[in-house]
């Protein structure tokens, strides 16, 4: 299959996704963005040959096999619709959708037509984690525990917190959350399965910020295990690059406990036994979050092309959302929610 992959937008994260699409070996044909002067700037620093400022106009010329949305959640919808009108597999970013209820008509219109649609979710493809997936579907851990990871980037102090990088998130009236943690809502769901309730308390630190940027978020899984997301933006953890894994984390079962550290470094301490390093590939030297970008891209490309099952399609994404519904209706509510009989939409909005 030639494909002729085609993004829209050119806001701060689109440069990693380029990245991803060269490094998978499927460059960019074109890039589409309404203000043409930073396409125009990032095609030229990645070789990308065509810039567009209308996004029809980029579709009839260029036919492309796969879009790639890359805008922010109030912009996404026409782009998606439009490439799903034309029968064109779509990749979207997150946050998915303005809100839950455009989210799911989003994925009731790609059904329909009969289009892939995928949410560009790419924190499950961080070589940690995907080692993670490997040591427990080996058996590895016995009978597992749970999980906690503990954000702390260190990248939201003052009032000029992400202004720099990505401005609209000091607009965002829920941010924690919905931005971030969502990430290890899917994540915990790719290692532990499906959430059965959550409970979860969100403060603001930054009063130069709109919404929540810490919390504690317990969620629940078969089998009594547990996940603990303990998150803030505020404070950094001891590594080179806090950025790089966000955080640490323990993943716990029986036989032991395997922690991740902030150089992503993998130890494994055996039950009553001593810490050691675990040796994996941990995409040094491969881009953001161990090369997870390019590998989530290779892995939608496999599926175009073979026909591999196809991880955090559209369908599959939605629970994350509900998920993250549950989580600020227990932070409003003061109360333990239950997924079971929960409606998400009624927290689908702050």
Request: net charge negative.
């Amino acid at each position: 299959m030639n494909e002729r992959i085609v993004m829209v937008g050119a806001g701060y994260w689109s440069q990693f996704q380029v990245e991803g699409w060269r490094d998978a070996g499927a460059p960019l044909a074109a890039i589409c963005n309404r203000s043409t002067a930073p396409a125009e700037a990032l095609a030229q620093r990645y070789g990308v040959p065509r810039v567009y400022g209308d996004l029809q106009a980029m579709l009839d010329a260029e036919r492309p096999t796969l879009v790639d949305v890359c805008l922010p959640p109030v912009a996404q919808a026409p782009a998606v619709r439009a490439a799903i009108e034309r029968g064109i597999p779509t990749i979207c970013q997150k946050p998915f959708g303005h809100d839950l209820r455009e989210a799911e008509a989003l994925t009731a219109q790609a059904e329909a037509a009969g289009v892939p649609l995928v949410v560009h979710e790419n924190f499950r493809f961080a070589p940690w984690f995907r080692e993670c997936r490997r040591l427990i579907d080996a058996g590895f851990f016995g009978r597992l525990h749970g999980i906690a990871f503990r954000l702390r980037p260190g990248d939201g102090q003052g009032p000029q917190a992400y202004l720099d990088r990505q401005p609209s998130f000091q607009q965002m009236p829920q941010f924690l959350v919905r931005e971030t943690a969502v990430h290890f809502i899917d994540t915990f769901r790719y290692l532990l399965g499906e959430v059965r309730a959550v409970t979860a308390r969100l403060r603001q630190l930054n009063p130069a910020i709109a919404g929540e940027d810490a919390g504690l978020l317990i969620f629940e899984f078969d089998d009594a295990r547990t996940g603990l997301f303990d998150g803030n933006r505020l404070n950094g953890h001891a590594a080179t690059n806090p950025r790089r894994t966000m955080g640490e984390m323990w993943l716990e079962g029986e036989c032991g406990v395997l922690r991740l550290d902030g150089e992503a470094q993998l130890w494994w301490q055996p039950h009553q036994g001593t810490e050691v390093t675990h040796a994996y590939d941990d995409g040094a030297g491969r881009g953001a979050f161990g090369g997870a970008s390019t590998a989530l891209q290779a892995h939608v490309l496999a599926h175009l092309r073979h026909g591999t099952a196809l991880e955090n399609s559209a369908r599959e994404y939605l629970q994350n959302l509900r998920v993250q519904a549950a989580t600020y209706q227990s932070h409003a509510s003061g109360k333990r929610v239950p997924m079971a009989g929960f409606d998400p939409h009624t927290a689908d909005h702050p």
